[in-house]
């Protein structure tokens, strides 16, 4: 009897399992170090050996699967479930992903990018309770996003819908993005942005600060502090924050008058300030929506933490259950 979902979450640093039953509860989860050695040849090969490893070790066999879902960086091809261009991962040619899986452990395999995974966990279990209008942005070292309309994940012809860092918030003087252009909302959202954004505004602030303090003496800051110095207190870290709840809740406003979502989640490390973000996008938010999208999306912030990756994995293998 086929009842459980296996989810793995492929990162530059680990590979996060779990196995969880069809209604999302994680039963056992474990991790591995990535070995991106040797242009990630390794990655496969062991995600494989570590499976096996744990199915012996829990009592379970194949048969036991009703599949297998992958998030991974890169460019995904969700019909051959392949991925290219994995940087962080050494992936620079196209990895058959899915076929070596598949032949090794027989179970059917589905595969996705890491952000529309984290937000299909997001909505399935967490903030979005399963509603079928949900968008979700994390952020992290970049700002990624998942869009689920009507109940689906919206992939565009190249596989970049979605891509909410890539939304222009500063159109006129706006920092440079990986991306090559100048201005989106990764560059003024992410860990480094906030800080991005905290040098800028140091530059023309006048008055006792010690994270202005810091950034004039050279010294490193980190989101978190200027997070941490703003619920303290400090006025200049404050405005920093209302700057970057400015940008954040220009973009979901500006999602959500085209989407009109149940709501719109905010994850990732910089959500870890919670409520005091959460309100202050809020502001910008209720500014910028027009009354229908404003008195019926909701701003929440996640709920799953670092399991969004797994439990969204996880729920793209429902596709393969059969009555
Ligand atoms: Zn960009």
Request: proline share 2%; with cysteine; aromatic share 6%.
């Amino acid at each position: 009897m086929r009842q459980k979902l296996l989810g793995i979450d492929l990162g530059g640093t680990t590979v996060k399992f779990g196995i969880l039953t069809l209604e999302g509860e994680v039963q056992e989860k474990w991790a591995i170090e990535t070995n991106i050695l040797e242009g990630g040849k390794h990655i496969v090969p062991d995600i494989i050996v570590s499976i096996k490893h744990r199915l012996k070790l829990y009592g379970l066999s194949s048969d036991d699967f009703v599949g297998i879902g992958m998030g991974s960086p890169g460019a995904v091809d969700r019909d051959t479930n392949t991925v290219t261009g994995a940087f962080n991962l050494n992936w620079k040619e196209t990895q058959e992903v899915g076929s070596m899986i598949e032949k090794e452990l027989g179970i059917p395999f589905a595969i996705d990018n890491d952000a529309n995974v984290a937000a299909l966990g997001e909505r399935w279990i967490g903030a979005g309770e399963n509603n079928p209008d949900v968008v979700f942005m994390t952020l992290g070292t970049g700002v990624g996003g998942g869009i689920i309309a009507d109940g689906n994940l919206i992939h565009g012809v190249a596989g970049a819908g979605g891509e909410i860092g890539h939304m222009i918030v500063e159109p006129e003087n706006g920092f440079a993005c990986t991306c090559g252009s100048y201005g989106c909302l990764e560059t003024v959202a992410s860990a480094t942005g906030v800080v991005k954004v905290a040098r800028l505004l140091a530059e023309a602030y006048e008055g006792d600060s010690v994270i202005k303090a810091a950034i004039d003496n050279g010294e490193g800051v980190t989101s978190k502090d200027i997070f941490t110095a703003a619920q303290a207190g400090d006025s200049f870290a404050d405005s920093v924050v209302e700057k970057v709840g400015y940008y954040l809740g220009l973009a979901s406003a500006n999602i959500s008058n085209i989407l009109n979502p149940d709501s719109v989640v905010i994850g990732g490390g910089v959500s870890a300030a919670g409520e005091f973000l959460r309100s202050r996008i809020e502001k910008y938010f209720v500014t910028f929506t027009f009354p229908q999208v404003r008195n019926s999306t909701k701003l929440k912030i996640a709920e799953l933490g670092n399991d969004a990756g797994i439990i969204g994995a996880a729920s793209l293998a429902r596709q393969f259950i059969t009555e």
